[in-house]
């Protein structure tokens, strides 16, 4: 009887503590995502936080042996690609994607929620009707077109998180118009910790980053800690409730750093703090 005791009190400790630890985790706040090592911070509160290292060709992209697995792959549903080398474009076409460690001779295009890319090598990445998107520490060169793309032409693009990518050495044709990342229409959009150097201006680039106000539009928007350098401007902004937090600019952008469009006449203006120019002296990338 006892030992019957004994376990029936084993029991219910257990079942105590079970319930104590749940209603902590409730109740304990959520931490910003989390890239790699380095958090992002999402709030405008407080100082803004450092990157764990400047993206470059050294630390971004694919790297070690990677194993053929075909040309033109399209992932479904939970699926993951890891280690290998594609010989033509990536299509993730299902939810809760992982794409890790893999080197694309073409395109990506992301149409899945809740993908995850970390160390991609390709000449583009495009983002159409996704949310819940993270890519990070991925290099994005010889682009026939934009870097990265965002777009809500197949329906809402939401939560999505750019961070620690290196955008650079695009290879446009004439009569192209590149952006190192361009978005028409996103919602609660993080870009943070990467390089965008698009190099010496050509009439082909039109901005490091451009946001644009098509497909919905662009609102809640954080670019922060970034070195972005060239284009026409480096900056072509037009949103709601953008944020420009800690980021360096080169001395590339032709025409200036940025042009903000009709959110200044809509009294929409992105906020601006702790920005600098390549020898860390404080800017005001936007106007006064």
């Known amino acids: 009887m006892a030992n019957v005791c004994g376990r029936t009190l ?46 470059g060709p050294s630390n971004t ?55 995850t890319l970390t160390h991609v090598s390709a000449r583009g990445i495009a983002i159409s009707g996704a949310s819940k998107v993270s890519v990070s520490y991925a290099q994005i060169r010889d682009s026939a077109e934009d870097g990265i793309h965002v777009t809500s032409d197949r329906g809402p693009v939401s939560d999505v998180v750019l961070a620690y990518n290196y955008v650079h050495a695009p290879d446009v044709p004439y009569d192209a118009h590149y952006d190192g990342t361009q978005v028409r229409g996103a919602e609660r959009l993080v870009i943070s910790c990467s390089t965008y150097d698009l190099g010496v201006w050509k009439p082909q680039y039109n901005a490091a980053i451009y946001l644009e ?38 001395d590339d952008a032709h025409w200036g750093l940025c042009e903000a469009k009709a959110s200044f006449t809509r009294g929409q203006a992105p906020r601006m703090r702790a920005n600098v120019d390549a020898r860390g002296r404080a800017l005001t990338p936007c106007g006064a």
């Not at 109740?27 to 936080?49: L, Y």
């Open 61 to 115: 992209g694919a790297t070690g042996t990677l194993e053929p697995a075909g040309s033109n792959i399209v992932l479904s549903d939970g699926q993951h690609l890891e280690n290998a080398m594609v010989s033509g474009g990536l299509t993730v076409e299902g939810d809760d994607v992982v794409v890790d460690n893999v080197s694309i001779a073409g395109n990506v295009l992301v149409l899945g929620r809740r993908a």
């Open 213 to 250: 106000n098509a497909n919905g539009g662009v609102r809640d928007v954080r670019i922060a800690d970034n070195w972005i350098n060239g284009g026409g401007y480096a900056l072509m902004l037009d949103g709601d409730r953008v944020l420009l937090d800690g980021n360096t600019f080169g």
């Open 10 to 55: 084993l029991v219910l400790t257990l079942v105590l503590t079970l319930v104590v630890t749940a209603a902590a985790a409730c109740s304990a706040p959520v931490s910003a995502p989390v890239i790699g090592s380095a958090p992002i911070s999402t709030t405008e509160k407080g100082a803004p936080r450092p990157c764990a290292l400047k993206p």
